[in-house]
Antibody, heavy 120, light 106 residues
Framework: QVQLVQSAAEVKKPGASVKVSCQTSGYAFTNYYIHWVRQAPGQGLEWMGIVNPDGGSTNYAQRFSGRVTITRDTSTGTVYMELSSLSSEDTAVYFC?????????????WGQGTLVTVSS | DVLMTQSPSSLSASVGERVTITCRASHVIANYLAWYQQKPGKSPELLITAASTLQSGVPSRFSGSGSGTQFTLTITGLQPGDAATYYCQKYNSAPYTFGPGTKLEI
């Protein structure tokens, strides 16, 4: 069965970086794009970026451009999201999600979420 | 960028009732519209794709309609387990914007 399993919660200081992983299984890794979405406490869902595992091309939301980097490791079927220059406003749950159709599909499978807390 | 809005922002209904949530896109998105259900502390779950196609395993009490810029999610025969926040999303291209959500209380 399709599974997206994310790394454990993180606590970071302002100005630091965080790298969250998303280990996939149960399907052909390079056939499905992966998105990252975040949700601040009590807030809605915010799309951050997408990676094509077949080749590694990416597209980022403008508000994160320059601070976010999404990479993938085809040997392990894992996608990574690194966010730099953290501030308290980056405290959120970060989700990875699979795109049903090559960057033009809805998100059919989601990871369990990773809480990132930014605090001094 | 396309802006997504939802109404109402919250609503309360009783078991067995029918509710409708509306989602509007600021530009035409054809039928590239999805609906998700999110319960507290959980990941979102895909309910409907292509505006009206029910995802496998989703009860037929859920239905979606619309095209272009206006879409609706209808839930009939409300169950206690339907209490959640519902989000619409456009997914034809980046940015894959979500609506602000509608919190449904039963």
């Amino acid at each position: 069965q399709v599974q997206l399993v994310q790394s454990a919660a993180e606590v970071k200081k302002p100005g630091a970086s965080v790298k969250v992983s998303c280990q996939t299984s149960g399907y052909a890794f390079t056939n499905y794009y992966i998105h990252w979405v975040r949700q601040a406490p009590g807030q809605g869902l915010e799309w951050m970026g997408i990676v094509n595992p077949d080749g590694g091309s990416t597209n980022y939301a403008q508000r994160f451009s320059g601070r976010v980097t999404i990479t993938r490791d085809t040997s392990t079927g894992t996608v990574y999201m690194e966010l730099s220059s953290l501030s308290s406003e980056d405290t959120a749950v970060y989700f990875c999600a699979r795109d049903r159709h090559l960057g033009a599909g809805s998100f059919d499978y989601w990871g369990q979420g990773t809480l990132v807390t930014v605090s001094s | 960028d396309v802006l997504m809005t939802q109404s109402p922002s919250s609503l309360s209904a009783s078991v067995g009732e029918r509710v409708t949530i509306t989602c509007r896109a600021s530009h035409v998105i054809a039928n590239y519209l999805a609906w998700y259900q999110q319960k507290p502390g959980k990941s979102p779950e895909l309910l409907i794709t292509a505006a009206s196609t029910l995802q496998s395993g989703v009860p037929s009490r859920f239905s979606g309609s619309g095209s272009g810029t206006q879409f609706t999610l209808t839930i009939t025969g409300l169950q206690p387990g339907d209490a959640a926040t519902y989000y619409c999303q456009k997914y034809n291209s980046a940015p894959y914007t979500f609506g602000p959500g509608t919190k449904l209380e039963i």
